[in-house]
């Protein structure tokens, strides 16, 4: 029989090695503990380690050296393995580093070599809800300086993307989200941040903890889990993948990274991933009533379609969709100048002078990340592009420009949405500009795949 997981994740002081002693506390279970933390002392190890040893005295294996998903990929299958030939244990926690991505962890015990003898149980997200509210809820005109002059920074060597990015994906990625240190904010706030979490990934079920006291059946046992589903439930896909359902399109489409087959849904993720349709794969969109706010605006000839949550504390989500291009630097100047109360935009950027790339934008808190995850199907030669469309026949196709477009998700708190559409209608191309030479503007925009250019809202970076 395969052993039961569940994988930890949450920010750096999140709580999630006191949630896992007091785990470790409460349970009969045997339960071997991975802990992987950035950086070469170990010290939630050594904290477990010390507890469990005067307790149960579970296994605790550390891994050190850097991060689970990335660079240790092959180390955690083979830790784990390793670990399950040795010792016996009935159940395996694995913490995972407070910068790490969930998905690739994830993969690993599904489809990697540790899929054998283990079974991913859940993955859970455990959120600072201070620092939550503080970063996503809070955010007022009177807490920033004023807007800096646009300085993008990049491309980012390290190909790394700003720290918000990979706390809301921790957030959009998982099966149980545990609200965590509610002590230290007011029932309102709460409230709030439980909204917003339910926005933000309307799949996971939301509780709230002090001291990450919770049941061990809340943790454990959960059969939660569900790649597909986990890979599709972030809200900022999902009211893309609405958004295109009503017009009969295909919103995640496949983009080709030159050469090799790339399987590219607009997420600007950096790790290859499985082929597969993502817009007919299961998942509801029942994401509360859309109504359409008219038709296109200024010079664009998008849609306009609103889809909307349940309205509380004022969230909004809301799509934009044109099939016109940016002018890279007034994109620029825009994502320098956000609106206040902005908590995630996401989706798929068409740049004048990048005609070949598409470009996923992508902001979470402070800063926008613009990211080449794909080439535009357009862009290859007449006879590679019939063969792509035949695979994706709702690919929706412009006569003129083919599969170039922008197609973002936008979830936001007390903002003007039309405001905002309206803002983002003057960054396109005006039509005398589009008759231009595009190549002569200056653009900041990435240029090669996985190359990532950060802007940083309101001259701050988190
Ligand atoms: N006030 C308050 N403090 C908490 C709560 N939960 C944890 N803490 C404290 O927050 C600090 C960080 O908690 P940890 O459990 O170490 O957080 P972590 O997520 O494991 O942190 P890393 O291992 O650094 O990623 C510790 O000092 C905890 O005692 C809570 O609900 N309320």
């Known amino acids: 029989m395969s052993v039961p997981v569940t994988v930890l994740c949450g ?10 002693s007091g785990l470790l506390e409460s349970t009969d279970r045997e339960i ?13 190890a050594d904290l477990v380690e010390a ?34 030939k040795e010792h016996d244990f009935d159940y395996l926690v694995v913490e995972a580093s407070g910068v790490g991505e969930p998905e690739p962890i994830a993969r690993q015990f599904v489809r990697g070599p540790a899929g054998g003898p283990y079974d991913l149980d859940a993955v859970v997200t455990v959120v600072d809800a201070r620092r939550f509210y503080d970063r996503f809820a809070a ?5 920033r300086d004023d807007p800096p002059i646009p300085e993008p920074q990049g491309p980012d060597e390290t190909g790394s993307r700003p720290l918000g990015d990979l706390l809301l994906e921790q957030v ?19 409230e709030q ?62 983009h080709e990274a030159d050469g090799s087959a790339h399987s590219h849904d607009g997420d600007g993720h950096g ?50 969709h044109r099939r016109r291009p940016f002018h890279p630097q007034r994109l620029a100047a825009f994502l320098a100048d956000l609106p206040d109360g902005l908590v995630r935009a996401k989706g798929l950027c068409w740049i004048a002078g990048r005609e070949k790339q598409a470009i996923t934008a992508s902001y979470a808190g402070s800063e926008t990340s613009l990211e080449v995850t794909g ?29 170039r477009e922008t197609r973002l998700a936008v979830i936001g708190r007390n903002i003007a949405m039309e405001d905002l559409q309206a803002r983002l209608d003057g960054c396109l191309l005006t039509d005398e500009e589009m008759e231009a030479d595009w190549t002569a503007f200056e653009n900041p925009a990435p240029t090669g795949m996985g190359e990532t250019v950060t802007v940083s809202h309101g001259g701050t970076n988190s």
Do not use: M
């Open 271 to 320: 790790h290859s991933r499985e082929n597969h349709d993502p817009v007919h794969d299961e998942h509801d969109h029942s994401h509360g009533d859309e109504h359409d706010h008219g038709g296109p605006h200024g010079h664009s000839d998008g849609d306009h379609d609103h889809t909307h949550p349940p309205e509380r504390y004022g969230i909004e989500v809301d799509t934009y």
């Open 193 to 254: 941040v439980v909204a917003l979490l339910e926005t933000l990934q309307p799949r996971a079920e939301v509780v709230t903890t002090e001291y990450g006291a919770l049941e061990p059946e809340a943790l454990l046992d959960s059969e939660r889990f569900d790649l597909e589903a986990a890979a599709e439930s972030a809200g900022w896909k999902r009211a893309i993948e609405s958004d295109a359902d009503e017009s009969g399109e295909d919103g995640a489409h496949e």
């Open 51 to 84: 507890r469990t040893d005067l307790t149960t005295g579970e296994e605790v294996l550390a891994l050190e050296n850097g991060c689970i998903c990335c660079s240790l990929g092959g180390e955690l299958s083979r830790s784990v393995i390793q670990l399950w």
């Open 11 to 20: 920010e750096l002081g999140a709580g999630k090695t006191t949630l896992l």
């Open 139 to 143: 955010g007022s005109s009177d807490e």
């Open 32 to 44: 071997a503990v991975l802990v992987n933390d950035v950086g070469a002392v170990n010290v939630d």
């Open 375 to 403: 080439r535009w199907i357009a862009s290859f030669s007449e006879e590679r592009q019939a063969q792509y469309r035949r695979g994706q026949p709702d690919l929706s196709w412009d006569e003129e420009w083919g599969d």
């Open 172 to 190: 959009e990625f998982c099966d149980l989200l545990v609200v965590n240190k509610c002590d230290l904010v007011s029932d309102d706030e709460r």
